[in-house]
């Protein structure tokens, strides 16, 4: 069946360091969106990626979508410790009403 | 005004109990789900719906059953509990019908279930 694969689950990073997390699937997404769940808070939309090879920033985060729009990753530069909290990717299958699946999370914490 | 609500926020109940969650939002969505996050936060789809299609991911025990009265509401009905049933329900929706838009999932802030 479809997946999107999220690696790494766990990231435990010092104040000011980057953070990455990456997403992976075997076939190609229509589209793909990112998600962020703060401890005790529920899933919380942050951007979707259509095309192939788009970046987007939103102020310290940036997002990418693969060439062949199989993998995405989003970047946090210098983390503070307002981005703690479980970052989830969404890829969709089946053009822009298919399925969202969402990947397993990284867990980001940050030690100030 | 909260976009997708639900309630209970936390049941606490004993095995082989019947219970009900309650989702209801007021975007004008079209399609609404529910999810099951467990302890290690794996958020897995068990079902979506629209006024159309129930979709049911074909994992989920047939003790769970969702209904829905209306568009804008969609219940979670789970018979004869069980301990592996623990785990924080959200519910979510999205507006599919439409070509271009982001369709992107509005989530509730979750149902805690604790089963004893």
């Known amino acids: 069946g479809q997946q999107v694969m999220q690696i790494p689950q766990y990231q435990h990073v010092q104040e000011g360091e980057d953070f990455t997390t990456y997403c992976n699937s075997s076939?190609?997404?229509?589209?793909i969106q990112w998600y962020k769940q703060r401890p005790g808070g529920h899933p919380v939309f942050l951007i979707q990626?259509?095309?192939?090879?788009e970046v987007k920033k939103q102020k310290r985060l940036t997002f990418q979508f693969g060439e062949a729009k199989k993998n995405s990753s989003l970047h946090i530069t210098a983390t503070q410790t307002t981005d703690v909290g479980t970052y989830f990717c969404?890829?969709?299958?089946?053009?822009?009403?298919?399925?969202?699946?969402f990947g397993k999370g990284t867990k980001l914490s940050v030690k100030p | 005004d909260t976009a997708v609500s639900q309630t209970p926020k936390y049941l606490v109940t004993q095995m082989g109990n019947d219970k009900s969650i309650k989702c209801e939002q007021n975007?004008?969505?079209?399609?609404m789900y529910w999810y099951k996050q467990d302890s290690k936060k794996f958020l897995k789809i068990m079902f979506s719906?629209?006024?159309?299609?129930?979709?049911i991911n074909e994992t989920v025990p047939n003790r769970f059953s969702p209904k829905s009265p209306d568009k804008a509401h969609l219940n979670l009905h789970i018979n004869s509990l069980e301990l592996g049933d623990s785990a924080v329900y959200f519910c979510?929706?999205?507006?599919?019908?439409?070509?271009?838009?982001?369709?992107?999932?509005?989530f509730g802030p979750g149902t805690r279930l604790t089963v004893l």
């Open positions: 979510a929706s999205s507006q599919n019908g439409l070509a271009r838009t982001r369709n992107e999932q509005f």
């Open positions: 076939t190609t997404l229509s589209n």
């Open positions: 990626l259509v095309k192939s090879g």
């Open positions: 969404a890829g969709r299958y089946g053009g822009s009403q298919g399925n969202l699946i």
């Open positions: 975007l004008g969505h079209d399609t």
């Open positions: 719906y629209n006024n159309k299609e129930l979709i």
